[in-house]
């Protein structure tokens, strides 16, 4: 009875309570109904003294004769005790928690591979351009490092948790064991890994041969490859090049099979591996885990570092036009570093166009399965020649063709909006042409096209475009050549972050990403298959991504490595952030936010350099409700005579993502960066000198001594209520010695966090962007239940007519731990009970009111937020169909019961649950509860 009016204010999402009977063991991290889940899957976790944990569930199960179950994976070590399996039949999650003697279970959460961004066209095709080999490295100090103080990375051990090596490849030396570049791996998986456990097959050589993309192969060649004096035509690069750390020790350990999904124990099995095989680095460029870091692969970050000080690596995540708060697992997890991109000054596209003997550099796109030849020449016919003379023109080849393309290459001009590249090339498809030739209208960068699989495509530069057109109004015939080399061409944006890059903060306002390493084209090694696959001339490719970064970074890692010696995890983030470069946001001179781009572009020669470390790296602020009065900066000077260093606050960009009076987060476009909201920084050390007229203070710094430093940070008050601004800045100290400077960035949110609403209640954002065709009538969208389709809001006692169906909007304006949405009958009598429910309230059941899929109980832990990007089609949690169907509550495990039944006619309400930030899931006070007026469920 409690139980049920606790419910009643709070609703169903109770934490897993202690049983009398039967040890339960917690559960922690994503579980049920988590979008990425493997579903009755589970990862359990067992003290140390286990060294068995596979047997351990073999006796378990072995209580339970009908029970089935399919091992997945085990491991034990020094650090860790685990098995995970797959529960065969029905889904009973109490025979789980019940395994006696284990610490906590968890759901196993489905991994994607990495998809990394396909785009090699530089913003100005024409220019002239000197390549130099390794340019790459004078962004980031490696040069200077690896000429200066000749560090090569010689002998330290780098993990790389991927899809696997393609190690034959002379680039990387060409083989495997002791005296090779790859000194040793594990396959977790093997090729034809599905996600199932009867799929796994686990043995000692990470080869890959066979995946598309041969990302790991590419991520290896970023930390360690070197293609500089390769002799043999077969492997010879036209664009020599080295990984940043050629003479690192490369351990690969091979989480994916040749295609598709790994799941969070794989990962987590690979970190202890790599942790008990005593390598110093680990990178993992895997991201799109779930958002909070209680995943057992971030855990196992944070449990390698501290245990063995390993530096942990893992990339922030491709999700930047999605907008703030992207941070997941296992880069969220706390004492591993996150990485953030930023663009290469150069790209190295494979494929060109020759239009009348000028050749313009070229991509093919994503989806084609058939390639134009080497020396192919086709000809161009102008789907419609006034349309792509136009700069402004958006709908290029989304509607009829003005000319006949029948066995010719249509020619569109690119401008986003009306229809997308898939949709153009499938119209060129159908009316017969042999080839979709796309030329961009804008000299925008990073983006590439999609395409249709079934015919060639090229995406071409502006000036390729115009060059096109010029020739077309002249009346002339216009052929292209299409022509596989490589080549190197200047990028505007190098040196920038990347458009692609997630953002943090994470949820709890940590400081996430920490740092940036290049990963916005980056030239690596790839596969034999994959570069068949991909259609490239050669074993090498241009990538783009948070994968390519955080090798990068591993990669100086290596270095600092190799110069330091084996110091904590700790003071190598730390010279990495001191000395990384903060930069302004492309084409301005507003420094990007620290939640974008953490403290700046990693520095090696800076890192592996400095005398001074300042700690803690960085100042997560909190937001203005829990900010602290003052934080404290510790400098330590490792030079040989006293040093006096000059103190500075620097402002950097305010990211806002609430507009005001709309609490639905914008997409990126609509994400401002601004140069207001800025908190006053005030040092308040009175080792400290008077304030200059700068607002430079000095403080003086023994040698070999520290000195604390307190500083004081006053948010601005100018923020409209609700938007939630992340402000954030540098602290920069210069010290007199070389003029070097060093900086700590520091981030906060003025407004408080916690109350911000979990559930939507005035967007006219996504109305705009999504909802406009099916939301008819309304103003704004707001969470809530609507009986038709004109989305007026109910009145009192309004029948709901569930035949019919009506809509449900659940509207998340963040990521939460946990939400659902439950009806309870208000009717005196005990209607529910007698049509087979146990109690008066149950979990409704909902359907995607666009495609109809059943989508099952409205109840989800972890809730992610989905992304609005403006051309992605509509996100199915967003709005409902509801035809009165219901999951029983279950007393026991608090979860939605297997099957829904009808609920009877009478009185409801609806209620939208959701937990608040920093909420406590036990504390009514920390949800977020929207309540409907009472209505009649009639059929
Ligand atoms: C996965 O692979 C296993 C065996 O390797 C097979 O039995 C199963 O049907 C596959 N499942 C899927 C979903 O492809
Ligand atoms: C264009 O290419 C076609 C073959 O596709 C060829 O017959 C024609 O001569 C070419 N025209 C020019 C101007 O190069
Ligand atoms: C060609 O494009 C122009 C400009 O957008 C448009 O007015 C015209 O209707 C188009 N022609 C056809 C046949 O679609
Ligand atoms: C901010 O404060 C909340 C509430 O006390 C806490 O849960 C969270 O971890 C804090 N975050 C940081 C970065 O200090
Ligand atoms: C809803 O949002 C709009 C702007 O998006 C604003 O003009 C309006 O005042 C807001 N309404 C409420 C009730 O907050
Ligand atoms: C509910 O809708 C169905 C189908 O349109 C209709 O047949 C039925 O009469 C409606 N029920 C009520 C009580 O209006």
């Given at each position: 009875m409690q139980l049920l009016s606790l419910l009643a204010t709070l609703g169903a999402a109770l934490g897993v309570a202690a049983q009398d009977d039967v040890f339960r063991a917690p559960r922690t991290g994503a579980p049920e109904g988590f979008d990425g889940i493997i579903p009755c899957t589970f990862f359990v976790e067992f003290p140390t003294s286990v060294v068995d944990p596979a047997a351990e569930v073999k006796n378990h199960f072995?209580?339970?004769?009908?029970a089935k179950y399919a091992l997945r994976t085990s491991f034990s070590s020094d650090l860790i005790s685990f098995a995970s399996f797959e529960l065969k039949g029905q889904c009973d999650e109490d025979i789980v928690a019940s395994i006696g003697g284990a610490i906590h279970y968890q759901a196993v959460t489905v991994r994607a591979p990495p998809v990394p961004v396909k785009d090699v066209n530089p913003l100005k095709s024409g220019a002239p351009f000197v390549h130099k080999q390794d340019q790459i490295h004078d962004l980031t100090g490696v040069n200077k490092a690896r000429n200066e103080l000749g560090l090569t990375g010689k002998g330290v051990k780098v993990a790389v948790i991927d899809s696997g090596i393609y190690y034959l490849h002379p680039a990387l030396g060409g083989g495997i064991g002791p005296n090779f570049k790859v000194v040793k791996g594990h396959d977790f998986v093997g090729n034809s890994f599905n996600g199932t456990a009867e799929s796994i097959q686990e043995s000692d050589d990470p080869l890959d041969n066979c995946s598309d993309v041969s990302h790991g192969t590419h991520v290896t060649g970023i930390i360690a490859g070197d293609a500089r004096d390769i002799k043999d035509p077969k492997w010879a690069p036209k664009v020599p090049f080295s990984g940043v750390a050629p003479d690192a020790r490369i351990y690969g350990y091979r989480v994916f099979g040749c295609q598709g999904l790994t799941g969070g124990d794989i990962i987590t099995k690979a970190i202890y591996m790599a942790a008990k095989d005593g390598v110093d680095i680990i990178n993992m460029s895997l991201g799109g885990g779930p958002a909070f870091n209680d995943e057992s692969d971030s855990l196992a970050v944070d449990k390698v570092v501290a245990a063995q000080q390993i530096v942990v690596l893992a990339s922030s995540g491709n999700s930047g036009s999605n907008g703030p708060f992207a941070t997941g697992s296992p880069a969220n997890a706390k004492t591993g570093i996150s990485v953030a991109s930023f663009d290469n000054g150069e790209t190295y596209p494979h494929l060109g166009g020759i239009i009348e003997g000028s050749t313009y550099p070229a991509s093919l796109s994503i989806a084609e399965k058939v390639h134009l030849q080497d020396g192919q020449t086709v000809e161009l016919v102008a789907w419609n020649l006034t349309a792509a003379a136009d700069p402004n023109n958006i709908s290029d080849g989304c509607f009829k063709p003005s000319n006949d393309v029948t066995g010719k290459a249509a020619f569109m001009r690119w401008g986003a909006g009306v229809c997308g590249s898939v949709a153009r090339c499938t119209n060129a498809y159908k009316a017969g042409a042999i080839a979709c030739i796309i030329a961009k209208n804008k000299p925008v960068d990073n983006f590439g096209i999609t395409g249709y699989e079934k015919i060639p495509g090229m995406l071409l530069p502006q000036e390729a475009g115009d060059h096109i057109v010029r020739l077309m109004q002249a009346g002339k015939t216009v052929n292209v050549t299409a022509t596989y080399q490589v080549f190197a061409y200047g990028q505007s944006t190098g040196g920038t972050l990347s458009s692609f890059s997630s953002p943090g903060l994470d949820l709890e306002l940590n400081l996430k990403p920490e740092i940036a390493g290049i990963g916005g084209n980056v030239l690596s090694t790839i596969s034999p298959h994959s570069a068949e696959h991909e259609g490239s001339p050669e074993p090498y490719i241009d990538m783009s991504g948070t994968s390519m970064s955080s090798p990068y970074t591993a990669g100086v890692v290596a270095l600092l490595i190799e110069k330091r010696g084996k110091i904590p995890a700790a003071s190598f983030k730390a010279y990495l952030m001191n000395n990384a470069k903060p930069a302004p946001i492309y084409n301005t001179s507003l420094t990007h936010s620290p939640s974008y781009q953490g403290a700046g572009l990693v520095d090696a020669f800076g890192a592996a350099t400095a005398q001074t470390i300042v700690t803690p790296p960085g100042l997560a602020l909190n937001d203005t409700v829990n900010i602290k009065n003052q934080y404290t900066i510790k400098i330590t000077n490792n030079y040989k005579v006293d040093v006096t260093y000059a103190l500075q606050a620097k402002t950097a960009a305010t990211s806002t993502q609430y507009l005001s009076g709309d609490d639905f987060p914008e997409d990126q476009s609509g994400t401002l960066l601004t140069n207001d909201q800025h908190a006053t920084v005030t040092f308040l050390s009175n080792t400290c000198s008077e304030e200059d007229t700068t607002g430079t203070k000095t403080v003086l710094v023994r040698a070999g001594a520290s000195v604390d430093v307190d500083i004081q940070f006053t948010p601005s008050a100018l923020a409209p209520a609700g938007n939630l601004p992340v402000y954030g800045g540098y602290i920069s100290i210069t010290n007199s010695i070389d003029e070097s400077a060093l900086s700590v960035p520091y981030v906060g949110m003025i407004g408080s966090w916690a109350e911000k609403p979990f559930w939507s209640r005035n967007s006219t954002s996504l109305l705009k962007q999504w909802l406009r065709t099916l939301v008819k009538g309304a103003q704004t969208a707001t969470t809530g239940l609507y009986a038709d389709t004109s989305f007026a809001p109910l009145v009192a006692n309004d029948a709901v007519n569930a035949t019919d169906g009506s809509f449900v909007l659940a509207i998340p304006t963040y990521t939460s731990r946990q939400a659902s949405v439950v009806v309870q009958y208000v009717g005196g009598d005990n209607a529910m009970v007698a049509s087979g429910f146990s109690s008066n309230i149950a979990y409704i059941k909902l359907y995607d009111a666009v495609s109809g899929d059943d989508q099952g109980p409205a109840y989800w832990q972890t809730f992610q937020r989905t992304s609005y990007q403006k051309a992605q089609g509509l996100p199915a949690n967003l709005l409902y169909l509801w035809t009165g169907r219901a999951y029983d509550f279950d007393?026991?495990?608090?979860l939605p019961s297997l099957r829904s039944q009808a609920l009877p006619a009478g009185n409801f309400v609806m209620r939208f649950m959701g937990l608040k930030n920093?909420?406590?899931?036990?504390?009514?006070?920390d949800w977020d509860v929207l309540e409907t007026v009472p209505f009649t469920l009639v059929y």
């Open positions: 072995a209580k339970y004769p009908t007393s026991k495990s608090k920093f909420g406590d899931i036990t504390k009514p006070a």
